[in-house]
């Protein structure tokens, strides 16, 4: 930035254009010098940059120029004579146009006490009407090469001893000095020199020598205090510079802490810590809007780094406030409002979930609302409530719910009445800026009967299912129908554990070159038989109380996906290879398989499952699967009449087939169709039953509540007791405890160890076991593949074998022919072979603790040591066996433990069979 170098000059290049600007000269020392003279006059001794020193135009005459010289760019500026100095506009105050008036600005220093008006309260001292100049300095001159700025006033006393004129400052000042003036007097009103800056002292020697001779006393104390005004008021001056810069300087701080900071925010910042502060809703919101972005870690840090915004109490507290009345929750659509605009815009699609919860139908009394809770809220429906009606929105391409409306209806509900709800939420949705892809929900009658409402068939067979209509919102999209699929999973399940069996069409027979077309429970249940007794078994987790069980275990979507798994489809093919069991069923293993690998690509969590273009052979196979199953459930055939699941299972399918094609094509790079199930309304519900299994419509009300704040926030730590436990867990961690033997606890042996004799299925089951757990220490124990080679089989011989060994594995591979999963050596082998030998034998003295640390030692003392002790791996490798084996034996011991209590309890029931006798036994346990 050019400015011109002379005091008070506002001069600038970029703001005023019609002035040239002149550099000191080069090749002129003595023009140069006497320039700088100038620029110093009015400034203090300060050190100046001669280099970028520049002077206006302003301040010479019209004679000081030679004329124009045109540049090659095409502009021309004036050139100055040599020796030219300026003598227009000299060291006086910033250049203004105003005009002066009388009090507006400080007298000139031309007007004496008479002129002015004394005695103001402001002490001020402008100037009395028709005042007029009667003091002039006549010492105005060039100054010398190289002298400071506060010797100014000295070069102007120098010529006060040679002018006789009343006008001057120092015959002013002998005027009033009394001429019989002691010396002590003298000294008395002299200025000390400690108070002048030593780096303001004049160096002039002339002057701080003693006085010449002929000089009074009086003028040379008068030259002093001149001397020391002059440093004063450069220094006053100076102060005011400062003063004026750092008034700037905070205006400047100020508006942009309030472009950061709200007043409140920055009112605090002022406050003593740990005091109670109000905060204002400006802040409240963009606390929240923080605390959505960067979640409760990243807010914590913020409030560690001591910045001025409510701690995650305030804003649980403030969350308190927000109204959970039935209905459409308003807001929630306002907090969640805040989470939208951190979103981008591929984040802002998501899925709107339903779904009921059962209540204990009764009548509370809400004391926060102060009214009756427990009747039904629906539109249209009245009486008692017994169910919680909960919409909840969800993401799609991010993890993030939020509850949006609830509602407490009746044992019958009509679907037609929840149609507007759901427009209503959709359109809410829209105007904050998300944008809803597709409505969830499970296989009730009234959401049926909703779909229906909107449009979409569900009930009736056909070739032609609609499934989506045109969006509410934005006509340019369409809005999809969805049933949960693990509902619908559990639907099937019910219906081939009900008995009932499965026909699948010829045309599906033909395809995949099935043997028979019938899918039963007869299949399962031979599988269930043939391993009862076994403790080592080809299908886990696969009971006969599992396939019959109650109405709950019905309603169970976990032990629905236990039918449906690629272990039981292994156990089938491994029935039918040795003999065991009839070709049909082959026909209920593929079927099994069909429906494990739909229900993979229905609600995959995970990158590698989902539905991406990435790897197009994997997204060509997931959607040929897709399009197949709704081929197989067109011509299946269950009875005589259609079922609702197999319309579920082809509009859901239908859907998704389409969404994920609408969603690729807008630029995403996947599709997790696991966000849009009901997952996360499940989830919700788990937590809602915290006191009571069913709750009641206020104990309902306020989880939601509870649980909608805790979406937001999580629950507070307790820090009062965190450093206290963290003291006494240093404490206990320092001493060394000693184990002891428990009293009645049994020596393991292998005294009794016999051969270990096996048939076919038990030894492939443990070799299966085997497989697994070497698996697992590869994966997670920490080892190299030096040490793993002994215990593996790296040329995978044994998996093109036919071997019954082999077999269960080779049944497990997704890629027939080309083996990708562990397979153990014989070395492996014959180490589990020792180890369920050991395992047995001591099998009745199971008790005590250390139990797996125990049997190991026992292990690899009957062993041969002939394994790589590298990276530990058989200790690891025998600890992973023993824990499985634990387990398994856990679960035989309960399996006992039940059935010996049916046995007792029919028992029981047989010896009071009459009612006299249980009338005895009643009397008899009053007494």
């Known amino acids: 930035m050019v400015v011109c170098a002379l005091y008070g000059c506002p001069a600038r290049k970029s703001k005023n254009r019609g002035l040239s600007f002149h550099h000191l000269p080069k090749k002129n020392p003595e023009w140069k010098n006497d320039l700088l003279c100038v620029i110093r006059a009015g400034r203090a001794a300060d050190k100046l940059n001669e280099e970028n020193l520049v002077i206006c135009s302003r301040h010479f005459t019209p004679d000081c120029f030679e004329g124009h010289v045109r540049k090659k760019t095409g502009l021309s500026y004036r050139i100055l004579k040599p020796g030219s100095i300026p003598t227009l506009n000299l060291h006086g105050r910033r250049m203004v146009t105003k005009k002066l008036t009388t009090g507006t600005r400080k007298p000139p220093k031309h007007f004496d006490d008479a002129r002015k008006k004394l005695g103001r309260v402001d002490r001020r001292k402008p100037l009395k009407q028709n005042a007029f100049p009667n003091v002039f300095d006549h010492s105005v001159s060039v100054p010398q090469k190289e002298r400071p700025a506060s010797k100014r006033c000295t070069a102007n006393l120098k010529n006060i001893e040679d002018t006789h004129t009343d006008h001057s400052y120092a015959s002013t000042l002998n005027d009033n000095l009394d001429e019989n003036e002691t010396e002590e007097e003298a000294l008395f009103f002299q200025v000390p020199e400690a108070e002048i800056d030593p780096k303001e002292k004049p160096q002039n020697t002339s002057i701080n020598k003693s006085p010449k001779k002929g000089t009074s006393r009086k003028e040379t104390l008068a030259q002093k205090l001149l001397r020391q005004n002059s440093v004063l008021q450069d220094k006053l001056r100076e102060s005011r510079h400062e003063k004026r810069k750092m008034a700037r300087e905070r205006a400047n701080l100020f508006n942009r802490l309030t472009t950061i900071f709200s007043l409140d925010q920055l009112k605090k910042l002022s406050q003593m810590p740990f005091h109670s502060f109000k905060w204002s809703e400006a802040t409240y919101r963009k606390a929240f809007q923080l605390r959505f972005t960067c979640g409760t870690t990243g807010y914590e840090e913020l409030l560690r780094q001591s910045q001025p915004f409510p701690s995650l109490r305030s804003l649980r507290s403030k969350l308190q406030d927000v109204k959970m009345e039935p209905g459409l929750l308003y807001e929630t659509f306002e907090l969640l409002k805040l989470k939208v605009k951190s979103l981008s815009e591929k984040d802002r699609n998501c899925v709107l979930t339903l779904c009921e919860i059962a209540l204990n139908a009764g009548y509370q009394y809400d004391k926060s609302y102060s009214c009756i809770r427990g009747s039904v809220t629906l539109p249209g429906h009245s009486g008692v409530a017994t169910h919680g009606l909960v919409f909840t929105l969800g993401g799609i391409s991010t993890r993030w719910k939020q509850v949006v409306a609830y509602h407490f209806t009746g044992d019958r509900v ?461 200790d690891k490798f025998l600890t992973k066996f023993f824990t499985v084996r634990l387990r398994i034996h856990a679960n035989k011991l309960n399996t006992i433990l039940k059935s010996e209590k049916q046995k007792n309890k029919r028992k029981e029931e047989t010896a009071i069979a009459s009612r006299s006798v249980k009338t005895r036994q009643m009397v008899k346990s009053l007494k």
Not at 445 to 463: E, W
Not at 688 to 714: C, G, H, W
Not at 768 to 795: P, Q
Not at 836 to 854: I, T
């Open 414 to 874: 009509d679907g037609t009445t929840i149609k507007p709800i759901i427009l209503e939420i959709i359109k809410s949705a829209c105007e904050i800026g998300l944008h809803v892809s597709c409505v969830t929900s499970d296989m009730g009658s009234s959401n049926r009967a909703m779909q229906k409402a909107f449009g979409i068939q569900t009930s009736v067979k056909s070739d032609t299912h609609k499934y989506r209509i045109t969006h509410p919102c934005d006509p340019n999209h369409y809005l999809y129908f969805i049933f949960n699929v693990p509902h619908l999973t559990k639907n099937i399940k019910c219906a081939l554990v009900s008995g009932k069996e499965f026909t699948l069409s010829d045309e599906t027979v033909a395809k995949y070159g099935l043997k028979s077309n019938i899918v039963s429970l007869n299949a399962i249940t031979h599988l269930v038989e043939f391993q009862l007794n076994d403790d080592s078994k080809i299908t886990v987790n696969l009971q006969t109380q599992k396939l019959k069980g109650s109405h709950f275990d019905k309603m169970n979507v976990s032990r629905a996906l236990n039918r449906f798994s690629n272990s039981l489809a292994s156990g089938l093919r491994y029935l039918v290879e040795f003999g065991c069991g009839s070709d049909c069923l082959l026909t209920t293993a593929w079927f099994v398989e069909w429906m494990d690998h739909w229900f993979d690509l229905m609600t995959n969590r995970h990158p590698v499952m989902a539905l991406s273009l990435n790897n197009l052979e994997a997204y060509n196979s997931a959607i040929n699967h897709l399009r197949e199953t709704i081929d197989i459930f067109k011509g299946l055939k269950v009875g005589k009449i259609w079922k609702p699941w197999q319309t579920g299972v082809i509009l859901s399918t239908t859907s998704v087939f389409d969404l994920q094609a609408d969603y690729l094509q807008r630029g995403h790079a996947f599709l997790l169709t696991g966000r849009l199930t009901q997952d996360c309304l499940e989830n919700l519900f788990g937590c809602i039953p915290y006191k009571n299994p069913t709750p009641d419509a206020l104990e309902f009300r306020q989880a939601l509540q509870i649980v909608s704040v805790a979406q937001y926030m999580k629950c507070p730590r307790p820090e009062s007791y965190l450093e206290d436990d963290r003291t006494f867990l240093a404490d206990y961690m320092q001493h060394d405890f000693q184990e002891q033997q428990e009293d009645g606890e049994d020596e393991l042996d292998i005294s009794g160890l016999l051969e270990l004799d096996l048939d076919k299925e038990e030894e492939s089951s443990l070799f299966l076991l085997a497989e697994y757990c070497l698996f697992a220490v590869r994966r997670h124990g920490r080892v190299c593949d030096n040490s793993v080679s002994d215990l593996e089989d790296t040329c995978k011989s044994k998996a093109l074998s036919s071997g019954h060994i082999e077999a269960l594995k080779r049944f497990k591979e997704f890629i027939p022919g080309n083996p990708h999963l562990t397979y153990c050596s014989d070395k492996a082998i014959e180490i589990i072979r020792t180890a369920e030998a050991v395992f047995r034998a001591n099998e009745k003295k199971l008790h005590g603790n250390k139990l797996v640390n125990r049997l190991r030692q026992l292990t690899v003392t009957a062993c041969s040591d002939e394994i790589k002790k590298c990276h530990d791996i058989r």
